[in-house]
Nanobody, 126 residues
Framework: HVQLVESGGGSVQSGGSLRLSCEVS????????MSWFRQAPGSELEGVAG???????TYADSVKGRFTISQDNAKYTLYLQMNRLSAEDTGMYYC????????????????????WGQGTQVTVSS
């Protein structure tokens, strides 16, 4: 089975940057979609950015122009580069993986994924 392990979270001041990593291990597939989600205290899980193995990507409006999702296939790792962070970006960040999706409209839906990591905490102080 596939396992996901996130890392790279931490505390940063508003305006700063962080890069999250999600290492994939186990029975990996050549066709897939993966996304980053986050959950702020008292809030629901929110899709942040996603990509599929064919190169399609999507971003939540709240992070467009600030966050970049990418992958290193040789390292089986998914990344999320986060720039110009603000307090509103604080939360637990999770990566998720699942089968390929017909439309990127579904990339940021939790129901699209059946494999989740344990999460990494991001705290942005203003």
């Amino acid at each position: 089975h596939v396992q996901l392990v996130e890392s790279g979270g931490g505390s940063v001041q508003s305006g700063g940057s962080l890069r999250l990593s999600c290492e994939v291990s186990g029975d990996t597939k050549s066709n897939y979609c993966m996304s980053w989600f986050r959950q702020a205290p008292g809030s629901e899980l929110e899709g942040v950015a996603g990509l599929c193995s064919d190169g399609r990507t999507t971003y939540a409006d709240s992070v467009k122009g600030r966050f970049t999702i990418s992958q290193d296939n040789a390292k089986y790792t998914l990344y999320l580069q986060m720039n110009r962070l603000s307090a509103e970006d604080t939360g637990m960040y999770y990566c998720a993986a699942g089968p390929p999706l017909a439309s990127i409209r579904y990339l940021l839906l939790t129901s699209a994924y059946n494999i989740w990591g344990q999460g990494t905490q991001v705290t942005v102080s203003s």
